[in-house]
C-alpha cells in the first residue's frame, strides 16, 4: 500500500514527458505573456540566411516576447574572444531547448553549450564584460573568477534565478 502514492506520481512524470507537457508550459506561458510567440528561424529579422538554414535543419523554433524591446533569444555579442561578432540562438526543438552559439555568425563551427529540457519561460541575452566584473566584485568572487573581457551569456526562466555563461580557456563555464 505504501506505493500507491508512487503509481500515480509516476504515471504524471511518464506522461509529462511527452510532448504534451512542453506544449502545456506554452501554453501556460503564453496565458501570462500573450506577445510570446514560437517563430521559424525565417521570421526572425535580421537573422542569416546561412543561420537560418541551419536552425531549420536543427528543426528550431525561436521563442520571443514581440513587445520586449531587449534582444532575447537570438543575440549578437563577443562570445568567444573580445572583438567576435558571434551569435547565439535558444533553440526549442521538440521536448528539448538548447543554446546554439555560431562563431562569427558563421553555422561552420556552430556550439551546442547548454541543453535543457523544453520551457517556455526561458531566454537568453548577452551579458557585457563590465556587468560581469560588477557581478564579480559584488559576489566578492574576483579572485575565483577570470577577468571578464567578453560578453557572456545569460540564461534562465523569466523572474526567475538564471546562470551565466561564460567562454574561457576554450571551454564554457558558469560562472553565476
Request: overall charge positive; charged content about 20%; aromatic content about 10%.
Amino acid at each position: 500500500m505504501k506505493y500507491t502514492a508512487f503509481i500515480p506520481t509516476f504515471a504524471l512524470a511518464a506522461f509529462c514527458s511527452l510532448p504534451v507537457c512542453a506544449q502545456h508550459n506554452l501554453e501556460q506561458a503564453q496565458q501570462a505573456w500573450p506577445d510570446l510567440k514560437l517563430l521559424s528561424p525565417q521570421q526572425v529579422r535580421g537573422l542569416d540566411g546561412s543561420l537560418q538554414q541551419d536552425l531549420q535543419t536543427r528543426q528550431c523554433r525561436i521563442p520571443v516576447f514581440t513587445k520586449w524591446d531587449g534582444r532575447h533569444n537570438v543575440i549578437r555579442g563577443s562570445f568567444l574572444r573580445s572583438g567576435s561578432q558571434d551569435v547565439a540562438v535558444l533553440c526549442l526543438a521538440n521536448d528539448d531547448m538548447a543554446i546554439i552559439v555560431y562563431p562569427g555568425g558563421s553555422p561552420a563551427n556552430a556550439q551546442l553549450i547548454r541543453k535543457f529540457p523544453a520551457d517556455a519561460y526561458r531566454m537568453i541575452h548577452t551579458v557585457s564584460p563590465f556587468v560581469l566584473n560588477k557581478r564579480a566584485i559584488r559576489d566578492n568572487a574576483t579572485e575565483r573568477l577570470p577577468k571578464f573581457e567578453h560578453d557572456a551569456i545569460e540564461d534562465g526562466p523569466v523572474g526567475q534565478r538564471s546562470e551565466t555563461t561564460y567562454f574561457h580557456d576554450g571551454s564554457w563555464k558558469t560562472v553565476f
